[in-house]
């Protein structure tokens, strides 16, 4: 295409450019993304269900009229996708769920639609949504779209905005979403598979979320008990601990007879974070609750699966709101446990910008070094993965933390970046002065 500059050159790019150049062709992917959707959009409004001969459409094989969007949206003319994909490299599906999609967000998710037509949001992040929320009503769509479109920017990774929009449906139609786990609730089973080949198969379990945790992580206490001498992996060291729990032994005793296995020895201790919003166990049904893994991954359940699967089976200890910001500072190095705690708390996520982990087990850093006098205090801490500390020690990035929990970094080229408890949001560049601007403002300043 004429315009676009070659590889020879972009390599005669000097970094900064280079790099303005990769956000220019950004910006132009989501404006021809865009036009598609302003396009699907329109051939579909153009064939509605009005266009059909209703003499004809009673006649066998004719033209049907077909809702491609979600309840609230306009019927279109079946026969209409197929052009339209052929023209877009598309098979006649996949272009009737590109006119759903577009049909469904500007009818039912004006706030994400808009967002989309000012190029802040990429049309894939409007799309997944659309497709989550195409079996809701009018009313419970836009409750999503309100919900989540300030973060469909891209402002949190992939993985977190999935976890977003599954909160959001779920608490759209609290209803639909018990009725759901109630139905799940009856799909529980442990049974070995046909999928048999090389000597080898398959066992698979279903059940809660809850009754998962406590025997993956009995058959990880079993498995970190066995002997590594053989080479065995961490997987096989783990089927081998199924296999001793299955046989209700742990191994040989001293004459090389099988010895009962010590279940209560053997039981970890599983911890799950709950973080209710609102509502009590007291009040049925007044919203979703987040089920927390030590790993940092979680999902939305409503509060009646709360008080059936995990109340059974789990002691809670209930534990009042951190006051994040009263943590008295240490002068020492380490962080204390409780930092740490209202750390997790306050900042979830790998602070560097447009991170995706959220595991436990992330380095706390200093965001000024303690040794050059930055307090082990809550606003000088920030979780990050060992790469994304590494960035900030020894590849010129650089990041301030101006308010406790908010993060301004910068690259080594000068781009800045807003990192807080949204996601990340790429700042605009400052404009260099012109010569004719600078050397007014060198007069400026002499004659101030």
């Known amino acids: 295409m004429a315009g676009l500059p070659s590889i020879d050159e972009l390599v005669e790019l000097p970094e900064g450019a280079f790099l303005d150049e990769a956000s220019s062709v950004e910006t132009t992917c989501r404006r021809h993304e865009l036009q598609k959707l302003r396009m699907a959009y329109v051939w579909a409004v153009r064939h509605p269900k009005e266009r059909l001969d209703p003499r004809e459409i009673e006649w066998p094989g004719r033209e049907q009229a077909k809702r491609y969007g979600g309840p609230g949206t306009p019927l279109v003319g079946e026969f209409a996708a197929a052009s339209l994909g052929a023209r877009l490299g598309l098979s006649p599906a996949a272009a009737r769920v590109l006119m759903g999609d577009a049909l469904d967000l500007v009818h039912r998710m004006p706030l994400l639609w808009a967002r989309v037509d000012a190029l802040e949001v990429k049309a894939s992040y409007a799309r997944f949504v659309t497709k989550r929320c195409r079996e809701l009503t009018a009313e419970q769509a836009r409750s999503v779209d309100r919900r989540v479109v300030e973060s469909a920017d891209g402002r949190i990774s992939w993985s977190r905005f999935e976890a977003l929009v599954e909160a959001a449906v779920v608490a759209s139609d609290l209803d639909a979403a018990r009725e759901a786990e109630q139905h799940a609730a009856k799909t529980t089973f442990a049974k070995r598979t046909r999928a048999d080949r090389h000597g080898m198969a398959t066992f698979v379990i279903r059940a809660d979320a809850a009754t998962i945790e406590v025997i993956d992580q009995t058959v990880a206490a079993v498995a970190k008990r066995l002997d590594d001498s053989a080479g065995e992996t961490v997987d096989q060291r783990r089927v081998s601990a199924v296999l001793l729990l299955a046989r209700g032994r742990d191994g040989l005793d001293e004459q090389g007879e099988a010895a009962p296995v010590d279940v209560a ?86 602070t560097f910008p447009f991170a995706s982990c959220r595991s436990g087990r992330m380095q706390v850093d200093h965001t000024i070094a303690w040794d050059e006098h930055g307090p082990s205090a809550i606003g000088n801490y920030g979780p990050m993965t060992t790469f994304h500390h590494r960035l900030k020690t020894h590849a010129g990035w650089q990041v301030q933390q101006p308010f406790p929990g908010i993060f301004v970094w910068r690259d080594p080229h000068g781009q800045a970046y807003l990192v807080d408890h949204t996601g990340t949001r790429a700042l605009r560049k400052p404009r260099q002065p012109s010569a004719g601007e600078a050397r007014w403002r060198r007069l400026l300043d002499l004659a101030a």
């Open 265 to 350: 020895g053997l039981l970890p201790t599983v911890t799950l974070f709950v973080h209710a919003y609102r509502g009590t166990l007291d009040a049925p049904g007044e919203g979703i609750v987040r089920i927390q893994r030590p790993d940092g991954t979680d999902h939305a359940v409503t509060e009646d699966w709360l008080r059936r699967f995990l109340g059974p089976r789990a002691r809670f200890a209930v534990q009042p709101v951190l006051d994040i910001e009263g943590q008295a500072p240490v002068d020492a190095y380490e962080i204390p446990d409780r930092h740490r705690r209202a750390v997790r708390l306050m900042t979830p996520a790998d």
